[in-house]
């Protein structure tokens, strides 16, 4: 990762960590434009969207999240925690499922 994606995402952790959730979006939509292979990135503008309330947005970014590192048990996590805020039970338990298989050393993906 280049220096200058990563002073972005540090900036947009600074301002989610005071509460600044719009401009945090902003920073990290431009960290997964920029590369859209950023893991990191993907799955903190999920976070946030999700803070901010914008939960089918988060989960479409869980989902790439998890697609990028399929064996990340926090991606998993969050993901389930995303559907449960949408109502969607069943896929919140799937990915519940998921992140139990890794919290026990398991993989999702070999």
Not at 2 to 23: I, K, M, R, T, Y
Not at 31 to 55: I, N, Q
Not at 85 to 94: C, L, S, T, V, Y
Request: charged share 25%; net charge negative.
């Amino acid at each position: 990762m280049s220096d200058d994606l990563q002073n972005l995402f540090d900036d947009a952790n600074g301002h989610l960590a005071v509460g600044e959730f719009d401009e945090a979006i902003v920073l990290y939509r431009t960290c997964v434009e920029r590369d859209p292979s950023y893991f990191d990135g993907w799955h903190a503008l999920g976070m946030a969207l999700l803070k901010t309330g914008h939960v089918k947005e988060a989960i479409g970014c869980g989902l790439q999240a998890v697609t990028l590192e399929p064996n990340d048990l926090l991606a998993w996590t969050s993901l389930s925690q995303m559907y449960v805020r949408d109502g969607n039970i069943p896929e919140a338990e799937a990915a519940k499922g998921n992140a139990r298989i890794l919290s026990l050393g398991g993989r999702v993906v070999k």
